[in-house]
């Protein structure tokens, strides 16, 4: 299995709202990643989890709080959105190997389509 | 932290005729190099990659250059096809601690013309 699912494939919420975004893999990839893409834009880099800790956070506002409660799922929470949020979030995958230096395709789920109104 | 630049923001080209698709990064811990085609509100693909300890890589018809002293590398695809329209990312991979950030370049929209 070489998929990188995820759920919902598109999301419309108001700014007061609480939802979440979840990402899985059965990859056996111990880090996975949040992009955040806008129209014609390339994807931005958001966090990074290896072996379940948060590794990267790319001065992301706290309205996004990221969760990844096992090695198989990956969460973005999100709260008191922004319309300026509204874009296509894409989580992505990849094996490591710790100790060195060697880096690996990422696997990019279909994303999620949001729609802050 | 990385930068990478990506020329040309778009490009035409006849069906058949060759394309190529030129991105610059600035950080010379840069050791992956992928190659993305994003079709238009899909997820991006993985067309091809090249290490940094590799000057060029050749699947069918892409092939890809790295100049690491330079710090350039390229994308050529040739007898290209109208089913190759869509938007290409460069990126640059620097690898840490078990996992690796992933710098995408500013996107190369490509138009085959039947």
């Known amino acids: 299995d070489t998929e990188v699912t995820q759920t919902p494939k598109h999301l419309v919420m108001g700014m007061t709202n609480k939802k979440s975004l979840k990402c899985e893999q059965h990859?056996?990839?111990?880090?996975m990643y949040w992009y955040k893409q806008k129209a014609k834009k390339p994807p931005e880099l958001m966090f990074v989890?290896?072996?379940?800790?948060?590794?990267i956070n790319e001065s992301v506002p706290s309205r996004f709080s990221p969760e990844c409660p096992n090695s198989s799922l990956l969460n973005l929470h999100l709260h008191a959105l922004q319309p300026e949020d509204s874009a296509l979030y894409l989580c992505?995958?990849?094996?490591?190997?710790?100790?060195?230096?060697?880096?690996?395709?990422?696997?990019f789920g279909p994303g999620t389509r949001l729609t802050v109104t | 932290g990385e930068n990478v630049e990506q020329h040309p923001s778009t490009l035409s080209v006849q069906e058949g005729d060759s394309a190529v698709i030129k991105c610059t990064y600035s950080?010379?811990?840069?050791?992956?190099f992928p190659w993305y085609k994003q079709e238009l509100g899909k997820r991006p693909q993985l067309i091809i990659d090249?290490?940094?300890?590799?000057g060029e890589k050749k699947d069918q018809r892409i092939a890809v250059t790295l100049n690491k002293t330079a710090k350039h590398f390229s994308l050529h695809i040739t007898e290209t096809q109208p089913e190759d329209s869509a938007v290409y990312f460069c990126?640059?991979?620097?690898?840490?601690?078990?996992?690796?950030?992933?710098?995408f370049g500013t996107g190369t929209k490509l138009q085959v013309i039947p």
């Open positions: 992505a995958s990849s094996q490591v190997l710790t100790g060195t230096h060697r880096a690996y395709e990422q696997y």
């Open positions: 990859m056996g990839h111990r880090a």
């Open positions: 989890y290896s072996y379940e800790k948060l590794s």
């Open positions: 950080d010379s811990a840069s050791n992956y």
């Open positions: 090249i290490r940094s300890n590799v």
């Open positions: 990126a640059a991979t620097i690898t840490s601690g078990g996992y690796q950030k992933v710098t």
